[in-house]
């Protein structure tokens, strides 16, 4: 047998990992949507993936905005906007599970989940620290939790989108992980500054105007230069922003 023939062999036995495939419903997103997500980058000169994004929600007006910045260190800047296409509870944190209730606060993107019940979702780290704060002797298993971004619709507590833009997100949040990029959430009962703003403050409890004072604080951080706060909470629950 010849040097070459033994090679040849040698080679034909060798099993090489392949590249683990896509879930097919990411592997469908991405044949419809990863032009649209190029030219959406393009067009706020970003280049993708990101190297750090922010979903920002208004419950009031049913939005959901997606900044990316090029760095964590960089300007953010506005992708685009889905609509809410349905919703649950009213004003107001959530604080126990079954209240179906959409959290308010500071968050940060836990998970990516595929195989989701709602098409595509992403988990939001509900609980956080100024959520157990509040609790006042609510258990952490009586918080709730499994607080998603998902498709389909339907909501008793998350945040929906139609199932295209979830694709699309998806594709974005799950690129960006992919290259470290970290996800940041904020989410507001209502666009600070707003009449449906004000109008929440003037007619909220003294802790609750406490409370959502501390997410306009955080709220006008970042408008002031597009750049993501460093935000801590204190114990009562309320927003620390540096």
């Not at 179906?100 to 019940?117: C, D, H, M, R, T």
Request: net charge negative; hydrophobic share 40%; aromatic share 8%.
């Amino acid at each position: 047998m010849n040097h070459l023939v033994a090679f040849l062999i040698l080679a034909a036995s060798i099993s090489l990992p392949l590249p683990a495939a896509e879930p097919p419903r990411v592997h469908a997103a991405r044949a419809s949507h990863s032009k649209r997500i190029a030219d959406l980058f393009k067009a706020a000169h970003i280049h993708s993936p990101a190297g750090t994004l922010l979903l920002r929600a208004f419950k009031q007006e049913g939005l959901l905005e997606l900044w990316a910045g090029e760095s964590r260190t960089a300007p953010l800047k506005l992708i685009t906007t889905y609509p809410i296409c349905a919703r649950s509870g009213g004003p107001g944190p959530k604080e126990r599970d079954g209240d179906e209730q959409v959290p308010e606060g500071f968050y940060q993107i836990a998970k990516l989940n595929p195989w989701s019940n709602y098409h595509l979702s992403l988990q939001i780290d509900y609980p956080n620290q100024a959520d157990r704060a509040r609790a006042h002797g609510v258990s952490l298993r009586d918080l709730g939790g499994e607080i998603f971004i998902h498709g389909n619709c339907v909501t008793i507590g998350c945040i929906p989108i139609e199932d295209g833009p979830i694709e699309e997100l998806y594709l974005i949040a799950q690129d960006a992980h992919a290259h470290g990029a970290t996800i940041s959430a904020h989410l507001f009962p209502a666009r600070p500054g707003s009449a449906a703003w004000n109008a929440l403050q003037k007619s909220a409890a003294s802790a609750r105007r406490e409370f959502w004072t501390s997410l306009e604080s955080g709220y006008d951080a970042f408008e002031a230069t597009h750049l993501l706060p460093r935000i801590e909470s204190n114990s009562a629950g309320n927003y620390l922003v540096h």
